[in-house]
């Protein structure tokens, strides 16, 4: 088994920038969150242009598309940004492809204490290599069918849209 990971963006990959006092995108942290995760199954890394799911557009999700599509691997875990993630997801399992597709993200920047970010993608990547075909979002220790799951925006986290799709 070999994991493809895909870099999109999102929170989970934003610096904070202390002169200008705000959160922005630099080079992706995955190196770093895949050599802390010790992870001992092969993995290659690819990284997109790192986006704000809020500023990523079709042709931004078709992207995300094309490569896995491309892909070689039939487990891949993709690192998507939490406001439009179940966008991504629903382009993903419309186009039915034969692989395990995990979206995941953070909703604390991975560099920042207190992060979500490192549990989010051991997580994605242990589920994504035991999960059948198809296209899942992996968030704080629960996995959701891609067309059966929200943010809940109030409370921070995904859930379930459809009581009885938990995996």
């Known amino acids: 088994m070999t994991l493809r990971i895909i870099a999109s963006g999102g929170t989970f990959d934003k610096h904070y920038d202390e002169i200008a006092g705000q959160l922005g995108f630099a080079s ?7 050599a802390r995760a010790r992870l001992t199954v092969p993995a290659t890394l690819e990284e997109l242009p ?7 557009q079709d042709i ?10 491309r892909a070689e691997e039939a487990a891949i875990v993709i690192i998507h940004g939490t406001d439009t993630m179940q966008d ?26 207190g992060s979500d970010a490192q549990f989010n993608f051991g997580f994605a990547c242990g589920v994504a290599q035991v999960l059948p075909h198809g296209v899942y979002v ?3 220790g629960r996995v959701f069918d891609w067309d059966k799951v ?11 849209s459809d009581n009885d799709s938990d995996q």
């Open 150 to 160: 929200r943010k809940n925006r109030v409370a921070g986290v995904f859930e379930s």
């Open 88 to 113: 991504t997801a629903r382009i993903l399992g419309a186009a039915q492809l034969s692989k395990t597709i995990v979206l995941t993200g953070a909703m604390i920047p991975y560099a920042i204490q």
């Open 60 to 69: 931004d999700r078709r992207r995300v598309l094309a490569s896995c599509d």
């Open 138 to 140: 992996a968030m704080n």
């Open 50 to 56: 790192l986006l704000d799911s809020l500023d990523m």
């Open 28 to 34: 992706s942290h995955l190196p770093q969150v895949m």
